[in-house]
């Protein structure tokens, strides 16, 4: 039992740092901030389009183990994507800028097109 607790804390370890790249540090609004929001919302969009690909694409061979596995990873990142849009929509805010209809991350990727093709 203590062998699993200690398994499980080093993959929860693991996972914080693999996510905690994605973690804007730049002070919110500044020309730094928004250069780090860029390359990390990038990442970001990059990453989901891969993973949905691989999912269409290999769908009849890859294993239910790894169909698990990129979906819990399309989640994540959705989940992250969800972070730097809100800190977007804050430095907007700060700035004086209405953004409350405006999402850039679901607009640019449509979050819910095609995802019903996905094998999960």
Do not use: C, H
């Amino acid at each position: 039992m203590n062998r699993k607790v200690d398994s499980f804390d080093m993959l929860l370890t693991q996972e914080l740092t693999n996510l905690e790249r994605f973690i804007v540090k730049s002070p919110l609004g500044s020309d730094e901030f928004w250069s780090e929001w860029q390359a990390k919302t990038g990442e970001i969009i990059v990453t989901k389009a891969a993973i949905k690909r691989a999912l269409r694409v290999y769908r009849g061979r890859l294993s239910q183990e790894q169909i698990t596995k990129l979906s819990s990873m399309l989640e994540a990142f959705k989940e992250i994507a969800g972070y730097l849009e809100l800190l977007r929509q804050t430095a907007l805010k700060v700035r004086g800028i209405d953004v409350s209809e405006w999402d850039i991350l679901g607009g640019i990727e449509g979050e819910s097109e095609g995802e019903d093709d996905l094998p999960f």
